[in-house]
């Protein structure tokens, strides 16, 4: 990893929100007495009622409670939108841009956003959603499913987005999972070029629902759907509903949203995010991260699907009064230019993308940036991953001229929000790492195995974070006992991130990847464990082991061994039809990139499968394999490594 460092330009530094005195200076405040600057930070919402009390945590397992300005009450979408009619009722609030460029932009007005979010509100209202409900929206990047998750705060009905990749099945049980009571869905998602077909995966999720879950259907493509007794013309019912609707009063700590993400074991949890400290959170970071001020055009190329689409393309911005764009299409069609294109036609000044995007752009030449206008950008920023230094000096010296500061931003589901990045007017980056913790989060480094907090500057461990922050998640939805565990039992006292960490001489943090069994795919989280449980769910499949390998465009890919049920045959024809299952189980972002035959996994005497091995074997490393003394079996390796070697 290069050490060079970039700092932000004189001249950014002096117009920008924070300068490097002014982080040094907030920072030591925002740890030495939270109550005091998250008191004052918390005034950058708008409350029906005001908090009395700011922070009351307990992180002692068994205990954990989280809560932010408890006794405050607000709405979150009255904080989005209603407050700033007055003053920019006619900024464009929302720029659309469709999946084909010859296709129309849309500028949608903050006025125009309450009149929809009204209309849905009505809708929902109308088919007997009330505060405290579930409404599963399963969506493709289009003006509604912003109405949607909005109308849903506007009432406090609690919205569970997923992500229009996952399957019929993944729908089903998360619909299942959060008792939800309204589906909302769309006839059909283009993306490059092709459509999902959206409505039809609903109907086949809900089939193993209850019949008392309604479905609405907005119209994207007017594509031919089947109509059930269930189904609702969303499109039609919005146009005849009222464009008023009065916000719901809500108490700062009721969830906002519940969104599901994968963990080392089990089945995907439902994390759960509050209404006041989540929104006071997304607030701050995007604001300050982004280095946004009034009038800017920011762009998140995320899907509304996952918590960066949530934080940074609805919540955070509209809190702040901006110009959010929504961006429906990938940034391969109609070819590799196309993200550069949508900048330049929009005048794109902050711009907030994926390191697995940026690889694959990288590999497509530079003449796709080159031939666009890129004059209106003023910072770059990563999330999802770690950003190789290769990927992360190309997006700086092509896309950004090399001018233009990168704030490679680490969070997660969990956190809300941004909790280590750089400001850019404070922090001279470094290609790699996500430099310093944002205001308030203090992050630790701890052995891992005797759980001790590594106090020298120079240290390399598991990432912990000290106290908590009002963006935290404050349960897994129906399982408190399963959040404690996940996150309070192994590390007493901390919150535990499940990634591992190092930290430099000069105080900056590397995220070293997950130290669970949770693999990294594109930016997007995967148990392991999950894509186990669909292979083995197969009826030829004995036993399957996955894990993570290094892919030089998606970061890691998945690699499974799968041992076949006795007497049946390997073959091609098998290895398509898993992946097939795979796709059809959980979806095609969980579709394995190799299946390796297994006749037997390497396992200790215990029985349990050693991954570790696995994992050298999948990165071709096989001189580094480590203890095998605990194997029950140790032919079974030779054999796996003699098969890997002859696959090239
Ligand atoms: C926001 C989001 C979280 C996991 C996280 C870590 C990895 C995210 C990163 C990063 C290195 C970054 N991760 N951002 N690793 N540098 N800038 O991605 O949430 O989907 O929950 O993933 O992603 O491993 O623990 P989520």
């Not at 009619?85 to 929302?94: P, V």
């Not at 969830?255 to 080392?264: C, E, K, Q, R």
């Amino acid at each position: 990893m290069s050490d060079k460092t970039y700092p932000p330009s004189d001249a950014f530094a002096a117009d920008a929100l924070i300068d490097a005195a002014k982080y040094e200076e907030m920072y030591a405040a925002s740890i030495t007495d939270p109550d005091a600057f998250w008191g004052e930070q918390g005034k950058r919402v708008d409350w029906i009622k005001p908090y009395s009390t700011v922070k009351d945590v307990n992180f002692d397992l068994g205990n954990v409670a989280i809560n932010w300005y408890a006794d405050g009450t607000l709405n979150v979408a009255a904080n989005c939108i209603d407050r700033h009619l007055a003053e920019r009722g006619d900024q464009t609030a929302i720029i659309w841009e469709p999946d084909d460029p010859k296709d129309d932009a849309q500028h949608i007005t903050y006025q125009e956003l309450h009149a929809q979010t009204c209309r849905m509100a009505n809708v929902l209202k109308g088919l007997g959603v009330t505060k405290g409900d579930r409404v599963v929206l399963y969506m493709p990047m289009i003006p509604e499913a912003a109405y949607a998750m909005l109308a849903c705060a506007r009432i406090g009905a609690i919205h569970s987005i997923v992500f229009a990749g996952f399957s019929p099945d993944a729908l089903g049980a998360r619909i299942n999972g959060s008792n939800a009571k309204v589906l909302i869905t769309a006839d059909e998602a283009p993306r490059g070029g092709r459509k999902t077909a959206l409505k039809s995966n609903a109907d086949a999720a809900l089939l193993h629902c209850d019949d008392r879950v309604q479905c609405l259907v907005v119209k994207r493509t007017g594509g031919q759907t089947t109509w059930t007794e269930r189904d609702h013309d969303c499109t039609a019912l919005m146009a005849a509903a009222s464009t008023d609707c009065a916000p719901e009063e809500m108490n700062a700590e009721d969830p906002l949203f519940i969104l599901y993400t994968s963990g080392s074991t089990g089945q995907p949890k439902g994390v759960v995010h509050s209404s006041g400290g989540y929104l006071v959170y997304a607030s701050m970071t995007h604001e300050l991260v982004f280095d946004y001020k009034p009038g800017d055009v920011f762009w998140c190329t995320a899907d509304v699907g996952w918590v960066t689409g949530h934080s940074y393309i609805i919540y955070g911005p509209l809190a702040n009064g901006a110009t959010t764009l929504m961006f429906e299409g990938v940034p391969t069609y109609p070819d590799a230019s196309r993200f550069w294109q949508v900048c330049e036609k929009h005048k794109v000044n902050q711009f907030y993308t994926a390191p697995t995007a940026i690889r694959a752009l990288m590999g497509q030449g530079n003449e796709f940036v080159e031939k666009s206008d890129l004059s209106d950008l003023k910072v770059l920023g990563t999330v999802g991953e770690p950003i190789n230094p290769e990927a992360w000096n190309w997006y700086n010296d092509v896309v950004g001229k090399g001018t233009r500061p990168i704030v490679d931003t680490w969070w997660q589901t969990e956190t809300g929000g941004h909790m280590m990045t750089p400001l850019p007017g404070a922090t001279a980056a470094k290609p790699g790492s996500c430099t310093k913790p944002f205001f308030g989060v203090h992050p630790v480094i701890l052995e891992p195995t005797t759980g001790e907090e590594i106090t020298d500057t120079v240290a390399e461990g598991v990432l912990c974070i000290k106290d908590s922050w009002p963006g935290q998640m404050r349960t897994v939805y129906g399982d408190h006992e399963r959040f404690e565990k996940t996150y309070f039992s192994d590390y007493k006292g901390y919150y535990f991130t499940g990634d591992g960490c190092r930290r430099d001489a000069d105080g900056y943090y590397w995220i070293t990847g997950r130290v669970d069994d949770v693999i990294n795919v594109s930016g997007h989280r995967m148990g392991t464990a999950e894509v186990e449980s669909a292979l083995v769910a197969h009826a030829q499949v004995a036993e399957a082991a996955v894990v993570g390998y290094p892919h030089n465009v998606k970061g890691q890919g998945i690699y499974a061994y799968v041992t076949l049920m006795n007497g049946v045959e390997p073959s091609e024809e098998l290895r398509k039809e898993l992946e097939k299952w795979v796709r059809t189980e959980i979806g095609p972002i969980a579709k394995p990139d190799l299946i390796q035959w297994a006749p037997g996994l390497p396992k200790t005497r215990s029985g349990k499968i050693m991954r570790r091995i696995l994992r050298k074997i999948a990165e071709d490393d096989f001189g580094a394999l480590g203890d095998t003394s605990t194997l029950a079996e140790p032919a079974v390796v030779d054999d796996l490594i003699e098969n890997r070697m002859n696959k090239g």
